[in-house]
């Protein structure tokens, strides 16, 4: 069906730990090159590092009549290049090993679309790319070469090129990537494929689950805080409470422990500030940026005092606690120089006061941590969802002493 196209299979053992485990009755690369075949393509080829590693890789490929090209070259992007003379299509179409769930007819019709508009680049970007491969001309890699070996990976490079001529069509959107790159979406897609699954019902389940009525993402407003840009979003969920941009369970466990006689203090306002606003007497909030400390003031409840110190070196903005009149019941450390704010923090603490470090997974975060260590504070951490960005990893984490306000 197709012509003027080579598929070039990227793999790599040292670096794919799944591509020789088994999908259903094959294996992960095996699954792979049965779709790539699939694609009627001129030829396919793989260009390989050799290394004693890849031995079982090398045999497979033959095995499946791929045109094996040997390199002494680790460089992903540099190998590929290299395979460039055993290429007489005029594109490439590119398969990672380890995509055993290809979609063939989908392929095909981007392939087809690729050469009647006279494309010269197509990759989509959001994870269907995990079910479809992406193509580029030949002539476009010689072209840009010297730019290509320069980042990490080719695309990079050719993704702004407004003369790179670049196909976009309306694709389906998956939510979750279908490659066997890692333990649980291998562990996914071989259910699929022993199971006969389709992918794309899967995703409109989970999709109508995650947006159901009862979802506890959704009525959290964990869902929307995903949706909406981090940069300039609130977080609020059903009943139209804010919340901040931490862990999801550090959200439950504190919200019911805050009382109306409380004083928090504040290094970064944001989320934070309309979320303590609502449930403490008093917040003093510091920030270093003046157009969100613009926009911010305009948006802070009256009793929400907040300051602009942008002047980080100088330790303005860390000392700015040690201007207050009060000690503090809570103290957030949430903004810029998080490790000299924790010092001043302790100073500024009441005895039953705790201290709040969100992104305790950072190593930003570990000399106040230490700090806090040293001087007697027990940690109790929040690891999970968070608010604000789907996906990522993060703890925070509260620091506190016996006879504490939250009574831990």
């Known amino acids: 069906m197709m012509s003027d196209f080579t598929v070039y299979i990227q793999a790599d053992l040292r670096y794919g730990k799944f591509l020789l485990e088994k999908v259903g009755v094959k294996k992960v690369i095996e699954k792979t090159l049965q779709s790539a075949r699939e694609l009627d393509a001129d030829n396919v080829i793989c260009g390989v590092y050799d290394t004693i590693e890849n031995l079982p890789l090398i045999e497979i490929l033959k095995d499946n009549d ?10 992903v992007t540099k190998r590929m290049l290299e395979s460039l003379q055993k290429v007489k299509a005029g594109s490439i179409v590119r398969i990672a090993g380890d995509q055993c769930l290809l979609d063939v007819s989908l392929t095909r019709k981007v392939m087809s679309e690729y050469q009647r ?56 959107t998956l939510m979750f990537n279908f ?12 259910k699929i494929v022993e199971s ?3 992918i794309y019902d899967l995703n409109v389940k989970c999709l109508n689950w995650m947006n159901a009525l009862n979802s506890d993402l959704r009525k959290r407003g964990v869902l929307s805080s995903w949706v909406l840009p981090y ?52 917040v003093t909030s510091v920030e270093n940026d003046f157009e969100w400390y613009e926009k911010m003031r305009d948006i802070c409840p009256s009793n929400v005092k907040l300051s602009l110190h942008e002047n980080v070196e100088n330790r303005d903005y860390c000392d700015a606690i040690l201007s207050c009149k009060q000690k503090f019941d809570i103290i957030l450390v949430d903004g810029e120089d998080r490790n000299n704010c924790t010092r001043n923090a302790v ?42 960005c789907s996906g990522t990893k993060n703890i925070t984490a509260i620091f506190y002493r016996d006879g504490n306000c939250l009574n831990i």
Request: proline share 3%; hydrophobic share 35%; glycine share 6%.
């Open 179 to 190: 490659k066997a790159h890692c333990y649980d979406s291998y562990r996914t897609c071989n």
């Open 196 to 198: 006969n699954l389709d």
């Open 117 to 172: 508009q006279k494309m010269q680049f197509f990759r989509e970007e959001s994870p269907s790319n995990s079910v479809l491969p992406d193509i580029v001309s030949v002539d476009v890699l010689h072209k840009y070469q010297n730019e290509i070996i320069e980042k990490y990976r080719y695309w990079d490079a050719l993704t702004d090129k407004d003369d790179v001529k670049r196909l976009r069509m309306p694709l389906p």
């Open 347 to 388: 100073e500024m603490l009441n005895a039953e006061g705790v201290i709040i470090i969100d992104n305790a997974n950072c190593d930003y975060t570990e000399g106040g941590r230490k700090y806090l260590n040293e001087k007697g504070f027990r940690c109790l951490e929040f690891d999970g969802v968070l608010y604000g």
């Open 66 to 75: 791929v045109e094996v090209i040997l390199s002494d070259e680790e460089n």
């Open 231 to 282: 940069w300039d979003n609130f977080f609020e969920d059903d009943e139209g409470k804010n919340n901040p941009w931490w862990t999801v369970a550090a959200v439950d466990f504190l919200t019911p422990r805050l009382t109306k006689e409380m004083k928090v203090f504040e290094w970064g306002c944001g989320n934070s500030s309309l979320y303590f606003a609502q449930y403490v007497s008093e």
